[in-house]
């Protein structure tokens, strides 16, 4: 198993940004896709971002082109940048790692804590 530590999240007011970080150990990193995922309350987990163990990056609609997700294999970490914050962005967030299968990405591993990201006036 590997296991996954979130941190980054906060308090932040719309329109603004926060970098959300995750520390992968147990494994060897860079074999792995990952996913960042969110849960608001009462809704589902819902995947946000992927990036392959070869860079390739793919994000749902909803935050595409104010998301980025990206990974520092030599530190066994993937980053998730959000800019331009919405209210509806508020959620658990988490990361995970995933694999596809024709097309679909699952998540593989066990639940991290997840970091509560809440974007309020």
């Known amino acids: 198993q590997v296991q996954l530590v979130e941190s980054g999240g906060g308090l932040v007011q719309p329109g603004g940004s926060l970098r959300l970080s995750c520390a992968a150990s147990?494994?060897?990193?860079?074999?792995?896709?990952m996913g960042w995922y969110r849960q608001a309350p009462g809704k589902q987990r819902d995947l946000v971002a992927t990036i392959t163990n070869g860079d390739s990056t793919n994000y749902a609609d909803s935050v595409k082109g104010r998301f980025t997700i990206s990974r520092d294999n030599a530190k066994n970490s993937v980053y998730l940048q959000m800019n331009s914050l919405k209210p509806e962005d508020t959620a658990v967030y988490y990361c995970n790692t995933v694999r596809e299968r024709r097309g679909t990405y699952f998540p593989t591993n066990d639940w991290g804590q997840g970091t509560q990201v809440t974007v309020s006036s």
């Open positions: 147990g494994t060897i990193f860079s074999l792995y896709h």
